[in-house]
């Protein structure tokens, strides 16, 4: 389908590895974009292109993909990671491109 | 730095027109490499993409909203702006507007608008 599922709620210990998955047959032919959003901000880019982390987000934040599944993992997550995480990717599969949010993760850091 | 400030009212009236715009700072919409998104978040939802437009007034809207919007450019400004007409409460959302790039392929969004709040209301 041209959705992007994503679980909407994961926690994790502090310092521990979380992952965050998203899944869509689009992401068969398009990577995936992250954003965390805190309470009251708009989104922030956080992972682009598979595993490209743009200028100023800590390296504890990883990307990677594999067939339909995109995933974001945090390696050693703070207490300030904790937020809303949402997927994104375009569908080209229509007569026009779309851009497709996933449904978002809201990720508690314990 | 680039930046992008929002402008537009907080309050439409059902059946009304939604208008925001969106000024960049710190660069120019006429630099071809980027696209210029509309983007918005109902109140304790998820994102949703509503539409962009290019330098050149080239547009793509998302289908389901494609009757109602229409995302303008004003590269004398630079700035471009929203239009959603016949609001309905369904409408009610934060508004944000968005730079897109591109890199291998993936579209992704590097800048954000602060959000504007559009309670559609009588």
């Known amino acids: 389908s041209s959705e992007l599922s994503q679980d909407p709620a994961v926690s994790v210990a502090l310092g521990q590895t979380v992952r965050i998955t998203c899944q869509g047959d689009?992401?068969?032919?398009?990577?995936a974009s992250w954003y965390q959003q805190k309470p009251g901000q708009a989104p922030l880019l956080v992972m682009y292109?598979?595993?490209s982390r743009p200028s100023g987000i800590p390296d504890r934040f990883s990307g990677s993909a594999s067939g339909d599944t995109a995933s974001l993992t945090i390696t050693g997550a703070q207490a300030g990671d904790e937020a809303d995480y949402y997927c994104?990717?375009?569908?080209?599969?229509?007569?026009?491109?779309?851009?497709?949010f996933g449904g978002g993760t809201s990720l508690t850091v314990l | 730095q680039v930046q992008l400030q929002q402008s537009g009212p907080g309050l439409v009236k059902p059946s009304e027109t939604l208008f925001l715009t969106c000024t960049v700072s710190?660069?120019?919409?006429?630099?071809?490499?980027?696209?210029w998104n509309w983007i918005r978040q109902p109140p304790g939802k998820g994102l949703e993409w509503i539409g962009y437009?290019?330098?050149?007034?080239?547009?793509n809207y998302n289908p389901s909203l494609k009757s109602r919007v229409t995302i303008s450019v004003d590269t004398s400004k630079n700035q471009f702006s929203l239009n959603l007409n016949s609001v309905t409460t369904a409408d009610t959302a934060v508004y944000y507007c968005?730079?897109?790039?591109?890199?291998?392929?993936?579209?992704?969004?590097?800048?954000w608008g602060q959000g504007t709040l559009v309670i559609v209301s009588s």
């Open positions: 710190g660069g120019s919409v006429s630099r071809g490499r980027y696209y």
């Open positions: 437009t290019d330098d050149s007034g080239s547009t």
């Open positions: 968005a730079r897109r790039d591109s890199y291998s392929g993936t579209y992704y969004f590097d800048r």
């Open positions: 994104c990717s375009r569908d080209n599969s229509g007569d026009h491109l779309r851009v497709l």
């Open positions: 689009i992401l068969r032919s398009s990577y």
């Open positions: 292109s598979k595993d």
